[in-house]
């Protein structure tokens, strides 16, 4: 009788198994394809492209939200895709991050911009916005 059981242990624990298996090979075939995008163009400081500049930006945070978990992640890599006047602009909030190790040895407006990407895309539109955005909307 010992061995019965542990036989029909054996088939029990076999059968849950290949369920499991089954289950996972299901959920590994019903993985959504993700659409790949060009990272956004890079901004320079243009008032006329800096609203096409944030969308595609929001776009591109949306469509890969995996590689960017948090609001720092998000201004590190804006910071990469600025150039001209916009990067002369944030490259010493950028510096100030990246080279004082203690957040609190930083700039107030360093850790301001980022703590929230919002507030970093506040500053930018008040830098390089349309100042009559809602005129010319």
Do not use: C
Not at 43 to 55: P, R, V
Not at 96 to 115: I, S
């Amino acid at each position: 009788m010992a061995t019965d059981e542990l036989e029909n242990r054996e088939k029990y624990s076999q059968k849950l198994v290949n369920e499991a298996y089954a289950k996972i090979e299901a959920l590994e075939g019903a993985k959504v394809k993700r659409i790949k995008i060009e990272p956004p163009s890079k901004y320079g400081g243009t008032k006329e492209d800096l609203a096409g500049f944030l969308t595609n930006l929001r776009s591109y945070f949306r469509l890969n939200d995996d590689k960017f978990p948090d609001d720092k992640a998000k201004v590190l890599y804006v910071a990469t895709r600025l150039e001209g006047k916009a990067l002369r602009w944030f490259e010493p909030t950028w510096n100030d991050y990246l080279t004082e190790e203690d957040k609190d040895d930083r700039d107030a407006f360093t850790q301001a911009v980022f703590r929230s990407y919002d507030r970093f895309e506040e500053e930018l539109r008040k830098v390089f916005g349309d100042k009559d955005e809602k005129i010319h909307a």
